[in-house]
């Protein structure tokens, strides 16, 4: 009898609640809360409200965006929720609001944040309609400026997975990897104008086991940014292009920053770009930190500016304090089987800071020739780079 209305209660919750019993996924889908798919209407609460609903359940859930064109403001997915795992099945194309003034200071476009078992995918588009508001981007020359929204930040989450999606026309990054825990990303397509300013494809920052694999990039900064903090992070199967290339940093530049460890690049290529695989230290750190084992690997370059840099005098675009060197340490690094060519005659430049030289640069089978048609050379200062196999040059100077 006690048991009967135990279970007769639990259906009527789950009638209620919408929550999954079974094995089978929950669909909740945002057209079932609202959702119009119309320009003339905004789909943020609509969106919101769907979200709350699958929180809400236990068990595997999916929020499912239809064919369609949404259009939304800031909208932010934050968790805890009920559901062991969540598929964001994202098949429509979803378009940014162009009214600057729905984002708050520091406030991002669309924001997984605070769950664990994600997976986002299902072919759809973030369209962050970004060229209107390019110009009034002003981090490229002032230093304390109004940083515009990412496009899909992902923040605090464990055991994500992102695969088949695409970004567009970010206001600022695409994406963001922030405090992450195994998170995974494959097939991601990137797509922005080379001119556009702080487009980078992804940005990963303060995360542990990150991987980002088998994806196209082109964009008007850097394709994919490892920032401060960073343990374990694997890049492979990238084709980069327009953009800044891959970069680790910009480090050194806040108080604080965390270290970054154990990066693997790998099988890639980098098209047109400013910068090949890059390591980049501000000088006059706030504080110490290091970057450690860090390894570049079957890397095919064309027509790449600067294919492989570390830079400790990093100063992208305004007047740069320049009283101290970068107290940023960088150690073991490996540079194997890069091949391909280079816009400039340095094809490698290794410029690492006074107070604390780059220990145990490993140079190995780098072969790029120059287009210009003169003889490679590379530059390095401050730095112990040893040259195992075929070497772009001797080390000269910087
Ligand atoms: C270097 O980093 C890679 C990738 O994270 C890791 O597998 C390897 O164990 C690290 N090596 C050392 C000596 O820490």
């Known amino acids: 009898m006690r048991q009967g209305s135990i279970k007769v209660s639990t259906l009527l919750l789950c009638v209620f609640f919408c929550c999954a019993l079974n094995a089978n996924a929950t669909s909740f889908s945002v057209t079932s809360y609202g959702a119009k798919a119309n320009p003339s209407a905004d789909d943020t609460t609509a969106f919101l409200t769907t979200w709350k609903a699958a929180c809400a359940c236990s068990g595997n859930v999916e929020l499912l965006i239809p064919q369609g064109t949404y259009y939304l403001g800031q909208t932010v997915f934050r968790g805890p929720c009920k ?6 099945n994202l098949q429509g194309t979803l378009k940014a609001s162009t009214d600057l003034s729905r984002f708050g200071k520091g406030d991002d476009w669309v924001e997984f944040s605070f769950f664990n078992g994600l997976t986002l995918t299902g072919g759809g588009i973030f369209d962050g309609q970004g060229s209107a508001s390019w110009s009034k981007n002003e981090c490229p020359t002032k230093k304390n ?3 515009l929204p990412t496009s899909v930040k992902f923040v605090s989450l464990n055991n994500a997975v992102v695969n088949s999606v695409t970004s567009i026309d970010p206001k600022f990054f695409h994406f963001g990897v922030l405090q992450c825990k195994n998170f995974k990303a494959s097939n991601i397509n990137i797509k922005a104008p080379d001119e556009s300013p702080n487009t980078d494809g992804i940005h990963i920052e303060r995360s542990t086991t990150v991987s980002i694999t088998d994806s196209i990039i082109g964009t008007g900064d850097d394709c994919i940014s490892i920032g401060q903090g960073n343990t374990d992070v694997l890049i492979s199967g990238i084709k980069c292009g327009p953009g800044h290339g891959i970069s680790v940093g910009s480090l050194g530049r806040y108080p604080n920053e965390g270290n970054v460890k154990g990066l693997i690049v790998k099988d890639s290529s980098l098209t047109g770009t400013t910068n090949g695989v890059r390591i980049k230290t501000w000088e006059n750190s706030p504080s110490y930190s290091y970057v450690d084992n860090m390894t570049f690997q079957n890397i095919k370059m064309t027509n790449v500016f600067n294919p492989i840099i570390i830079d400790q005098n990093y100063c992208p675009y305004y007047n740069c ?18 091949t391909g060519s280079s816009k400039s005659q340095a094809v490698m430049t290794v410029k690492c800071s006074k107070s604390a030289p ?22 390095c200062s401050s730095a112990d780079v040893k040259f195992p196999g075929t070497k772009p040059g001797e080390c000269t100077s910087a």
């Open 321 to 338: 304090d320049r009283s101290a060197p970068s107290k940023v340490k960088i150690s073991n690094i490996f540079f194997q089987g890069i």
């Open 145 to 147: 400026c109004k940083v």
């Open 358 to 379: 780059c220990q145990n640069v490993i140079v190995e089978n780098v072969n790029l020739q120059y287009t210009g048609g003169s003889n490679p050379i590379a530059l």
């Open 83 to 88: 559901f062991n795992t969540i598929t964001v």
